[in-house]
């Protein structure tokens, strides 16, 4: 994960799949849809390949916008318990889950570490209300895209050790943020178009991360996300969008 100062913002570090193929040559057959394809409403201008998953790409926050394919979300059959998390982290040995990791590499001050993970003292910026925090029992590790709007927004439905993947992805900067529990509670399951954060400061960059985390994994927007995307991007000249695909 990250800490604020590697929170740095615009740029910020995400990770997306080049989400439509390059036409293909003349002559050559197409590959048909998959069975489960999920339904959509329209797609994303195609884009040229913006390279290998795993590649690092960066895009302006318009272009990445423009990367996003666009469909209806789909709820029914979500359930919080589809995406497992928190998992044992990066050291299982330490005794601090992917929650507890998040939170101590996001400390401004570090906290003490004490046997099975126990934290006391440091300080945490949360960057939805910019509030300083310092007790780490009243911060919430976020989803970043949460993960019921995940469920809406998989393209096709995710097997479950993506699913866990996604709950506890350390490999990026952005998928977890530990930010106040107020502001956490506040946001809930919301996409851009029915919430942004309370500092208005933070808003390019949460543009930015929620466009590069949708990025990252292959994820839809719907109509309203896509606009509200846009009218966000307007007030955002120069932001930029940094991603790495997760195959």
């Given at each position: ?9 615009p740029?910020?570090?995400l ?25 959509f409403?329209?797609?994303a ?12 790409v ?15 979300e ?24 992917t ?12 906290p ?6 126990k934290?006391?003292?440091?300080s945490?910026?949360s ?9 780490a029992?009243?911060l919430?590790?976020d989803?970043f895209?949460p ?74 927007v ?26």
């Open positions: 994960m990250i800490s604020l100062m590697r929170r740095g913002l740029a910020l570090v990770a997306a799949l080049p989400l439509l193929a390059s036409p293909a040559s003349a002559g050559t057959p197409t590959t048909p849809v998959p069975t489960n394809e999920l339904p409403t329209s797609y201008p195609p884009q040229a390949p913006a390279g290998a998953p795993g590649s690092r960066v895009l302006a926050l318009f272009d990445a916008i423009d990367r996003l394919p666009v469909a209806e789909h709820r029914e059959g979500y359930q919080r318990t589809l995406y497992k998390h928190w998992n044992p982290g990066l050291n299982a040995a330490d005794g601090c889950n929650r507890k990791e998040v939170i101590l590499a996001e400390a401004v001050e570090d003490l570490v004490e046997a099975g993970c934290l006391s003292g440091g945490w910026r960057a939805y209300d910019s509030l300083v925090v310092t007790d029992a009243k919430d590790v989803h895209v993960l019921a709007e995940v469920f809406d927004s998989e393209r096709t439905p995710w097997s479950a050790e993506r699913r866990e993947a996604y709950a506890n992805d350390q490999g990026s900067a952005d998928t977890l943020i530990a930010v106040s529990a107020a502001s956490n509670r506040s946001k809930s399951d919301k996409d851009p178009a029915d919430w942004m954060p309370a500092d208005g400061t933070y808003h390019c960059a949460y543009a930015a991360t929620w466009v590069a985390t949708k990025l990252r994994w292959d994820l839809a719907d109509d309203a996300e896509r606009q509200a995307l846009l009218g966000t991007a307007e007030d955002c000249t120069g932001t930029t969008v940094t991603y790495q695909h997760v195959p």
